[in-house]
């Protein structure tokens, strides 16, 4: 059954609590995440939702210990060499929201030989956010808005929030209808703070790597109950 959900966004916490219940070092609870996202893409394909943002490194988790942090990089160039036929022989076009310039050259030149290869990919966008930050997006913004300012291009009267939105990272990609954090927190931690205006929140409490389709189509229907007013009285 097809859905007339358009964008989903999964904040994929709890990968180092996962490890740690198993006597693992945190890391392998990373390298277990693999599977819950190949099941995020498969139900987005499935159900016909066209855009699916994963926020897989914030801009504040470059604070993490040295080690960490480099083997997540690593793991993020893997999994785009161990996926990429795969990915585009299933029409998934890959795209990266965030500061993909701050990423080491190695996994920087994975994913954007796989943007080039995907691009003309009609399936599901899978977005990967990558040193991302809605506050770090916001800025870079603003910084953009002022210098069109600052040459003339544009007024400060005429600036209007749907043009706000074409200075994010990905303007053509529409809000997110929803937006599901796993592992129990429940806050945005920095996710798409412009973007989820109006967007519904689902929190469940299981741990990232154990989220899987069945988990993922729950929390949909989750948000399938959910009356969405925009501030409107229908
Ligand atoms: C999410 O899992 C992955 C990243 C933030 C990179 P965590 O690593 O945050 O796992 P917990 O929250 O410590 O269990
Ligand atoms: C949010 O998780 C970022 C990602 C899932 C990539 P964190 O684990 O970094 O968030 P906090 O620190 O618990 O808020
Ligand atoms: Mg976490």
């Not at 966004?9 to 070092?25: C, E, F, Q, V, Y």
């Not at 796989?114 to 770090?136: D, F, H, K, Q, W």
């Not at 920095?190 to 729950?218: C, G, I, M, R």
């Amino acid at each position: 059954m097809k859905s007339d959900l358009q964008h989903i966004a999964l904040i994929m916490d709890g990968n180092g609590r996962w490890a740690r219940k198993r006597g693992l070092t945190r890391i392998k609870g990373h390298t277990a995440a693999e599977k819950s996202i190949h099941d995020a893409v498969e139900v987005c394909d499935e159900l016909g939702i066209k855009y699916l943002t994963l926020y897989a490194f914030s801009t504040e988790n470059w604070s993490r210990p040295k080690a960490e942090v480099s083997f997540i990089m690593k793991l993020i160039s893997r999994f785009i060499k161990t996926n990429i036929n795969d990915m585009d022989k299933k029409n998934v076009k890959l795209r990266v929201t965030g500061r993909l310039n701050d990423l080491p050259e190695g996994p920087r030149r994975e994913l954007q030989q796989a943007m080039e290869r995907t691009s003309s990919n009609t399936g599901v966008n899978m977005i990967l956010a990558l040193s991302y930050g809605g506050r770090a997006e916001i800025r870079d913004a603003f910084v953009r808005i002022a210098e069109n300012v600052k040459s003339g291009l544009l007024n400060p009267e005429d600036i209007s929030e749907v043009m706000i939105s074409d200075f994010m990272y990905n303007s053509d990609v529409p809000d997110p209808d929803v937006i599901i954090r796993t592992s129990g927190e429940q806050r945005l931690s920095n996710f798409l703070l412009w973007q989820s205006a109006y967007t519904e929140f689902v929190f469940t409490p299981v741990l990232w790597p154990d989220f899987h389709a069945e988990q993922l189509k729950q929390a949909l229907s989750e948000f399938k109950s959910r009356k969405r007013r925009f501030g409107g009285l229908k």
